[in-house]
């Protein structure tokens, strides 16, 4: 009896033959570089260094198209935002100690947004692993041990050999569901060790299906198709699922009102009459979800935002799917299904009976319009008008990647992304000066349509250097910078907190001057003129800036005081 795993393929007499007689001059940076080509890598992103050259120096024998950012964290974004657009993992060449360290911000955030990342680090030679003091440059005792708090997995090679499959496997893990971040390093004798290995062209590294347990889906159901009221929260698993078009087979079928989290925009067509849209920050949006009395809540846990700040509180059944296994019924208890959103959503579809409510829509209908009289009794005219600009000025299907700024706060909750997988943010980790190399990494996945970056002044700063590597590649990226002076959320919190604001003001350069010293078109624009001249900067290739000096407000929030939005405090977010 023969079984799978005893067949072998059997080489071609040409592959023997190139086998047993590689090219000579290769090392173990080209094993790096042809293991990732064999993965299906055709983009690569990073900065050099000393450990890390043997890596940078086969690049140029390999056919990858490397991107190359001027500081690491940077780096990391755009590595980010490329696996977001893609669904592949992004690899991210990095050198040892201050390079590598650099990067954790980046990686916390794709780790908390769960895309797909492999990070590859050099390391200080193989003599001086293990934690003894042996005054190498970019010494430290044990690398990996800062990045196993935040990536999926880390591995350390010690001999070229070991170089494929720890990448093959470091891939594996990067893809499989929950996607994250991975950890890779290698000693620079390693990386710069001659090698007679034969070349590398192909690695089996198929990521693992998650699937869900019949009897849960079944269980599931059974509950949905007898629920009276059922809804659906659709989080950020739903995007990276590529599941979109069940969601909205089964809200249908179900009759159920759907609304998305922040990180999963676009999950759900905006104006269909079963959507909730994405007013998560509202205690209206809350109480009709309270009322469900069976609550789905797909490729979510239901974490602080997605839970207007732990102020939820379900009163009925609650059916969770979730391929982070630690997010299951890490909130609220619930049927867990540890599953990925798309072979999930499928089983349901398959075994759910079909209901019919002629109130749902009407339901939605009055949700949205206390919503959107709350929001107006605000006086926040300018806000929304700022944000309807930008929508008209971003073609469809353009991509928009956010900084932690005021602006990205109201597109959470007010902003159509237009389509599964076209708006993203900081959100997961929250960290400042995301938006501009992340809309970098994305122009680099996609050079045919425009993308657009969104800042604010002080996350701005963060990401001036990539100007030069906007120009430098030409990548159609258009950023607009809201230009208030300041931390202006900051100095928000600190008001309403302190009564007055501690350390949120900044002197800042003129920044299309600074835009144009890079060779980048920069614009000054107004409340008025907004949606006009981002239209342009957007329809014109290459690179460009467009600057709005304002100062937005945020509306009100509902978390610590009533559905008026009267209470005035505010999410801790920088």
């Known amino acids: 009896m023969t079984h799978d795993h005893d067949l072998v393929l059997r080489p071609t007499p040409a592959q023997i033959t190139a086998a047993l007689n590689p090219p000579p001059g290769r090392n173990g940076g080209d094993l790096v570089v042809e293991t990732l080509a064999g993965l299906g890598a055709t983009t690569v992103f990073g ?12 690049l140029r024998r390999s056919s990858l198209r490397y991107v190359g950012l001027r500081v690491e964290n ?16 992004a690899p991210l060449l990095l050198s040892t100690g201050p390079g590598a360290l650099t990067s954790l911000a980046a990686l916390q955030e794709a780790a908390a947004a769960s895309a797909p990342v492999l990070a590859i680090s050099s390391q200080i030679p193989t003599a001086g692993l293990g934690g003894g003091r042996h005054g190498y440059l970019h010494e430290l005792p044990d690398q990996a041990a800062s990045f196993r708090g935040v990536v999926k997995s880390v591995h350390t090679v010690r001999t070229p050999s070991q170089i494929p499959s720890a990448l093959a496997a470091a891939w594996k893990s990067a893809l499989t569901a929950p996607h994250g971040p991975v950890w890779v390093e290698i000693p620079q004798d390693v990386l710069l060790a001659e090698t007679s290995l034969p070349v590398v062209t192909a690695m089996d590294a198929t990521p693992d299906d998650l699937v869900p347990r019949p009897e849960l889906t079944a269980v599931a159901a ?7 009221r059922p809804a659906i929260i659709a989080g950020g698993g ?16 179900l009759q159920a009102p759907v609304v998305t989290t922040f990180g999963g925009k676009g999950a759900f067509p905006w104006h269909h009459p079963l ?24 490729g979510s846990g239901l974490g602080e935002l997605s839970s207007n700040y732990h102020t939820f509180r379900p009163r009925g059944r609650v059916i969770q799917i979730e391929a982070d296994l630690g997010k299951l019924e890490s909130n609220h208890p619930a049927l867990g299904i540890h599953a990925d959103a798309r072979p999930a959503l499928q089983a349901l579809l398959e075994t759910v009976e079909e209901r019919t409510d002629a109130s749902a829509p009407e339901r939605v209908r009055g949700l949205l319009a206390r919503v959107s009289e709350r929001i107006a009794a605000q006086e926040l005219t300018l806000e929304l008008d700022v944000l309807a600009s930008v929508r008209r000025a971003l073609p469809a299907g353009s991509p928009s ?16 992304a237009q389509g599964p997988n076209t708006m993203h943010s900081a959100q997961g980790a929250g960290g400042l000066g995301y938006g501009f190399p992340a809309a970098l990494g994305a122009a680099a996945a996609d050079p045919t349509r425009p993308v657009l970056a969104v800042s604010g002044d002080g996350g701005a700063l963060y990401s001036i250097a990539e100007l030069a590597t906007a120009r430098q590649y030409d990548l159609p990226v258009t950023w607009l910078i809201v230009d208030d002076g300041g931390y202006g959320i900051l100095r928000e919190y600190m008001t309403d907190t302190f009564g007055q604001a501690t350390a949120t003001e900044l002197h800042r350069p003129d920044y299309v001057a600074l835009a144009e010293s890079f060779g980048v078109p920069g614009v000054r624009t107004t ?18 800036v467009v600057v709005l ?25 920088t």
Request: glycine share 8%.
């Open 47 to 58: 900065l050099p260094g000393q450990h890390a050259l043997g890596m940078f120096d086969a």
């Open 74 to 89: 940077n780096a990391g974004f755009a590595a980010d935002a490329y696996g977001r657009i893609t669904g592949e993992a």
């Open 401 to 416: 990647f956010w900084d932690m700024t005021i602006l990205a706060y109201w597109a959470w909750s007010a902003f159509d």
């Open 222 to 228: 059974d509950l949905l198709s007898r629920a009276a």
């Open 527 to 544: 409340p008025e003129t907004l949606e006009q001249d981002l239209a342009k900067a957007l329809g014109s290739p290459g690179p460009s």
């Open 275 to 298: 959507s909730l849209q994405s007013w998560l920050e509202d205690r209206h949006t809350t109480d009709f979800l309270e009322d469900a009395d069976v609550l789905l809540v797909v």
């Open 549 to 573: 000096p304002a100062v937005l407000r945020m509306f009100a929030p509902t978390h610590l005081g009533q559905a008026d939005g009267c209470n005035c405090a505010r999410h801790d977010v």
């Open 238 to 253: 739903v995007v990276r699922a590529d599941a979109s078009g069940k969601l909205l087979q089964l809200a249908e079928k």
